[in-house]
């Protein structure tokens, strides 16, 4: 019973009923709600669901539809077939996961993959093949600059960074450059001399402006 002209108790519950019904479908079927756009101080916000992403890794366009806390790593790995850049310590400390992104070496597990979408990407499978290696990779194998092989990708892409900024380093400045990587093996040494190596490999590689010929004159007596 009402007082005073109020919400009985009975009112209530007929009106409660009638909106769980709406709300399940059961008068007529669903009722659908057009959600508006989620946005944050002017911000456009996505997620927590999938979303469709676009890559340009190794000069591809690659799509995937991932959720915004998905890392680039983990899409690389488990999304995109790109096993190259290791899963190891997973903190930003150790660089296995190192990949070359906007011509600078980043920690693939420290970036967002929803982030890294329209910047270029280079990962260790856009450097070569098998039958086909790399000057940098072929230098690794022959200093056997790897053993267990977990860090050599990463240790590979950084050295990648620093012949790209800079294709004559010297013996101190490959030591800083690859200074953000750790080989719990301690193949350091092999790692310099492999990066030195690939950098008088890129240099005999240049194309160097050819020699005029001399004219022949006559009686000088070559033939």
Partial sequence: ??????????????????????????????????????????????????????????????????????????????????????????????????????????????????????????????LGRPNRLHPLQAAFVEHDAQQCGFCTPGFVMAAKALLDKNPHPTLDEVHLGLSGNFCRCGTYAGMRKAVLQAADAGDAQEERPERPRRKKKKGDGRG
């Fill in 1 to 126: 019973m009402a007082r005073d002209g109020g919400l009985s108790r009975r009112d209530f519950l007929r009106g409660s009923a009638a909106a769980g019904a709406l709300g399940t479908g059961i008068l007529g079927g669903t009722v659908e709600l057009e959600a508006a756009p989620r946005t944050e101080v002017g911000v456009g916000i996505v997620g927590p669901g999938a979303v469709p992403m676009t890559f340009q890794i190794n000069g591809e366009t690659l799509k995937a539809s991932l959720e915004p806390r998905v890392t680039l790593l983990d899409a690389l790995r488990d999304h995109l077939e790109l096993t190259g850049a290791k899963k190891v310590c997973d903190r930003g400390t150790c660089g296995a996961c190192t990949v070359i992104l906007d011509g600078r070496t980043v920690y693939a597990c420290s970036v967002l993959a929803i982030e890294a979408q329209g910047r270029p990407i280079q990962t260790v499978e856009g």
